[in-house]
C-alpha cells in the first residue's frame, strides 16, 4: 500500500509525523530526536527530517502505522528492532 510520510517540527528537538495510507486513513506521531543520537548514526543534524523519513519506512516495512507508538524517542526503536541502528548507520 501506498503510504506518504509528511514530517513537521513542531518546537526543539520535537517532531510530528503524520502518515497517510492510501485508503486515506491516517495517524500522527510525536517523535523527540536527540542531536547526539544524530550524530551517533553518523547523520548531520541538518537532515533530521530524512532522517526520520528513513526511520518510519523502516518502521513500515515492519509493521503497520496503528502499531506505531503514537510519541517516542527516536533511539527507542532500536529496542523494538536491533537492526535498526546498523539499518540507519551512515558511514
Avoid: C
Wanted: aromatic content about 10%; overall charge negative.
Amino acid at each position: 500500500m501506498t503510504q506518504r510520510i509528511s514530517i513537521e517540527n513542531i518546537g526543539g528537538n520535537n517532531y510530528s509525523i503524520g502518515i497517510i495510507d492510501a485508503d486515506g486513513s491516517e495517524s500522527t506521531h510525536t517523535v523527540f530526536v536527540n542531536p547526539e543520537y544524530i550524530e551517533k548514526l553518523g547523520w548531520d543534524t541538518e537532515s533530521t527530517e530524512d532522517l526520520l523519513k528513513k526511520s518510519f519506512e523502516f518502521l513500515l516495512e515492519r509493521e503497520s502505522k496503528e502499531s506505531i507508538l503514537s510519541s517516542f524517542d527516536l533511539k527507542d526503536i532500536s529496542k523494538y528492532f536491533l537492526e535498526y541502528e546498523e539499518h540507519m548507520r551512515k558511514s
